[in-house]
C-alpha cells in the first residue's frame, strides 16, 4: 500500500501527498485494537489539501516557471549545461526590472519553504488526532498550527543568532589555541587539535541545548495542552480482547508516529 502510494506521488509531483497521507492513516488506525475496541478514523484529504499546496507551490512554482520559460530555448538551440545562460537566453526579450522580478518570485517562494512545510506538518497532526477515534474513545486537537509555526520560525531565527554567538567565541578560544601553539612548537600540535575538538563539541552541545529549550520542550507542551480526549469516563467498559491480529497490522503506538507515511 506505502509503495503503491509513494509511486502515486511520484507520479504526480506530490499532488496526491493528501489522498496517501488519508489512506495510510485510516489503514493504520482502523487497524488498531484496545481491547475489544478498534480504532476509526474520520480525517479527509480535503482537510490537507490547502496547507499541502501552499507547500508544493512554495517548491514546484519556481521550478515549474523555470522550466517553462527554458524549455523552448533548449528546444531551439540545444542545452550546454549552463541554466543560467539558458534562462538568459529565454529572457533576452524581457526588461531588467522583468528579470529581477521573477528572480525575486522564486528566491521568495523557496524562503517560505520551510514555514510552509512547518506548518503543514501542524497541520497534519492536528489533523491526524482530530480524526482518530478508539472506541469510545474521542480524540480532539486544539492548537494553533500558524502560531506554532510563528513560534518555531521565530525561535529558529533566534537560536541562530544565539548560535552564531556560542560559534565566534569557540573559534576565538580554538584560534587563540591555535596560534599560541605555533608561537610555542613552530607548528600545529595536539593542544591545538584539542582546541578545534573542544570548540565543535561546545557548538553542538550548545546548539543541542538552545534547540531543546527554545523549540522542542515549547511545542511539544503546546501541542499536548491542545489535546483532550473524550469517553474517559467509560474506559473501565474496556474488555480485553483475545482476538488475534494480523501481523502485519500497525499497532497504536506507530498509529501515532508523526510523519505521513
Same mark, same amino acid.
Given at each position: 500500500?506505502?509503495?503503491?502510494?509513494?509511486?502515486?506521488?511520484?507520479?504526480?509531483?506530490?499532488?496526491?501527498?493528501?489522498?496517501?497521507?488519508?489512506?495510510?492513516?485510516?489503514?493504520?488506525?482502523?487497524?488498531?485494537?484496545?481491547?475489544?475496541?478498534?480504532?476509526?478514523?474520520?480525517?479527509?484529504?480535503?482537510?490537507?489539501?490547502?496547507?499541502?499546496?501552499?507547500?508544493?507551490?512554495?517548491?514546484?512554482?519556481?521550478?515549474?516557471?523555470?522550466?517553462?520559460?527554458?524549455?523552448?530555448?533548449?528546444?531551439?538551440?540545444?542545452?550546454?549545461?549552463?541554466?543560467?545562460?539558458?534562462?538568459?537566453? %529565454?529572457?533576452? @526579450?524581457?526588461? /531588467? &526590472?522583468?528579470?529581477?522580478?521573477?528572480? =525575486? +518570485?522564486?528566491? #521568495?517562494?523557496?524562503?517560505?519553504?520551510?514555514?510552509?512545510?512547518?506548518?503543514?506538518?501542524?497541520?497534519?497532526?492536528?489533523?491526524?488526532?482530530?480524526?482518530?477515534?478508539?472506541?469510545?474513545?474521542?480524540?480532539?486537537?486544539?492548537?494553533?498550527?500558524?502560531?506554532?509555526?510563528?513560534?518555531?520560525?521565530?525561535?529558529?531565527?533566534?537560536?541562530?543568532?544565539?548560535?552564531?554567538?556560542?560559534?565566534?567565541?569557540?573559534?576565538?578560544?580554538?584560534?587563540?589555541?591555535?596560534?599560541?601553539?605555533?608561537?610555542?612548537?613552530?607548528?600545529?600540535?595536539?593542544?591545538?587539535?584539542? %582546541?578545534?575538538? @573542544?570548540?565543535? /563539541? &561546545?557548538?553542538?552541545?550548545?546548539?543541542? =541545548? +538552545?534547540?531543546? #529549550?527554545?523549540?522542542?520542550?515549547?511545542?511539544?507542551?503546546?501541542?499536548?495542552?491542545?489535546?483532550?480526549?473524550?469517553?474517559?469516563?467509560?474506559?473501565?467498559?474496556?474488555?480485553?480482547?483475545?482476538?488475534?491480529?494480523?501481523?502485519?497490522?500497525?499497532?497504536?503506538?506507530?498509529?501515532?508516529?508523526?510523519?505521513?507515511?
Amino acid at each position: 500500500r506505502y509503495a503503491l502510494w509513494s509511486v502515486a506521488c511520484l507520479l504526480t509531483l506530490g499532488l496526491t501527498v493528501p489522498w496517501a497521507a488519508t489512506d495510510l492513516a485510516r489503514y493504520r488506525i482502523e487497524h488498531t485494537l484496545w481491547g475489544d475496541q478498534r480504532g476509526h478514523f474520520r480525517g479527509r484529504a480535503t482537510g490537507l489539501l490547502g496547507p499541502w499546496l501552499t507547500c508544493w507551490l512554495s517548491l514546484m512554482l519556481p521550478l515549474l516557471m523555470v522550466v517553462a520559460m527554458i524549455a523552448p530555448t533548449i528546444v531551439d538551440n540545444g542545452f550546454d549545461g549552463d541554466i543560467w545562460k539558458s534562462f538568459e537566453i %529565454a529572457t533576452a @526579450g524581457y526588461s /531588467a &526590472v522583468a528579470r529581477t522580478t521573477l528572480v =525575486i +518570485i522564486a528566491v #521568495l517562494s523557496w524562503l517560505l519553504l520551510p514555514s510552509a512545510y512547518i506548518r503543514f506538518t501542524f497541520c497534519w497532526l492536528r489533523w491526524y488526532v482530530g480524526g482518530t477515534s478508539i472506541g469510545f474513545l474521542t480524540l480532539s486537537a486544539h492548537f494553533s498550527s500558524s502560531r506554532l509555526t510563528l513560534r518555531v520560525m521565530l525561535s529558529y531565527m533566534l537560536a541562530f543568532v544565539l548560535l552564531a554567538l556560542v560559534v565566534a567565541v569557540a573559534m576565538v578560544l580554538a584560534g587563540a589555541s591555535i596560534n599560541l601553539s605555533n608561537l610555542t612548537s613552530g607548528g600545529l600540535d595536539i593542544g591545538a587539535i584539542l %582546541a578545534g575538538l @573542544g570548540a565543535f /563539541a &561546545v557548538i553542538y552541545i550548545f546548539g543541542g =541545548i +538552545i534547540i531543546t #529549550l527554545l523549540i522542542t520542550v515549547p511545542v511539544l507542551r503546546r501541542i499536548i495542552e491542545g489535546i483532550s480526549v473524550a469517553g474517559l469516563d467509560r474506559i473501565d467498559a474496556v474488555v480485553q480482547s483475545s482476538q488475534s491480529m494480523d501481523r502485519t497490522g500497525e499497532g497504536l503506538a506507530d498509529s501515532f508516529d508523526i510523519g505521513i507515511g
